[in-house]
């Protein structure tokens, strides 16, 4: 099947930039395992051709309905924020299976993407069921049934070393409560942040990533070290100088810096900080060196 796009999209941008671990690219095709269902999407020019989901389906699960246009009239406050725009135009926020991101993140903690796309496969291999697609057997993201019946150990062979101890025990308190993801999409952002923040290893940063890529939290601003660094080096002047000077020494973040960053990001970009943040963190990972070069192109 194939979708003629009538809005902006880059599906290559918007699935390597860092908010998915489990797609795969082979030639011109993307292959991923959503919601136990295999996708396989290309984009050429303005057509998506793609196969294992209807149009409803792949319009939802990439944003399409996500007003790009309003969004950049929105978050473009400052000459660095439009030249990420310029450069990643299209990049789209996907809207993640909860349970799958939600595990990604906590997984995700001080690991380089590589590691946590090894991690994620391997606990797909081993504990996630097979799904058979054009002849091909893929496997599908595991439960949280599943994963809570898992020893540490078992879960340690996927690569997670102390995360495993994470991923059992919120695994086993979802299969005990449930993960309500329908009520926390009705409840406000810090509603919905401070019941992810009851689970074990959910700090801000990965309760802020899942409500962003899961639960339509668009004004939810995720900072990691390299978000620190662009805020350090384009928007100082928002920041006192004992502050910055703190953040400047410490190679870490803690909890109140997180804080003082996120509420910055939240504030100075608005409803839609969570774009602003993924096409900010994506210039930055390309083109971290070389900014100013890339600000004068816009």
């Known amino acids: 099947m194939s979708l003629q796009l009538s809005v902006p999209f880059r599906l290559d941008v918007t699935l390597c930039c860092g908010q998915v671990f489990l797609w795969e690219r082979r030639g011109d095709w993307w292959f991923g395992v959503v919601g136990g269902s ?30 790009l246009n309003r969004i950049a009239r929105e978050i473009g406050k400052d000459q660095y924020i439009k030249s990420a725009l310029h450069e990643f135009w299209g990049l789209r926020i996907v809207r993640q299976e909860p349970w799958e991101c939600f595990v990604s993140f906590i997984c995700a903690t001080y690991k380089s993407v590589a590691a946590i796309q090894r991690m994620l496969t391997q606990l797909s291999l081993k504990f996630g069921k097979p799904v058979e697609f054009e002849g091909e057997v893929f496997h599908a993201f595991p439960s949280a049934e599943r994963l809570a019946a898992a020893s540490l150990e078992e879960l340690k062979s996927c690569g997670l070393g102390y995360r495993a101890s994470y991923l059992q025990k919120t695994s086993q308190m979802v299969e005990a409560n449930g993960f309500n993801v329908k009520a926390m999409r ?4 810090a509603e919905a942040r401070d019941v992810l923040l009851e689970f074990p290893g959910v700090g801000p940063k990965v309760a802020d990533c899942v409500l962003l890529f899961s639960l339509g939290k668009l004004e939810a601003f995720p900072v990691d070290v390299r978000v620190k660094r662009f805020l350090l080096r384009h928007y100082a002047p928002a920041f006192e100088p004992v502050f910055m ?3 400047t020494q410490t190679g870490g973040l803690s909890d ?4 003082r960053l996120n509420f910055f990001g939240r504030t100075y970009f608005g409803r839609y900080a969570g774009y602003a943040q993924e ?3 994506h210039y930055e990972r390309c083109f971290a060196g070389t900014a100013n070069l890339k600000k004068k192109r816009s």
Do not use: T
Not at 186 to 189: C, E, L, N, Q
Not at 256 to 259: F, L, T
């Open 38 to 67: 295999v996708l396989r999407v290309r984009q050429c020019g303005d057509v998506l051709g793609f196969a294992g989901a209807n149009e409803e389906f792949v319009r939802r699960y990439f944003g399409f309905d996500d007003d």
């Open 186 to 189: 009705k409840m406000s952002y």
């Open 245 to 247: 000077e703190k953040l």
């Open 256 to 259: 109140s810096g997180y804080e």
């Open 279 to 281: 096409y900010l963190y």
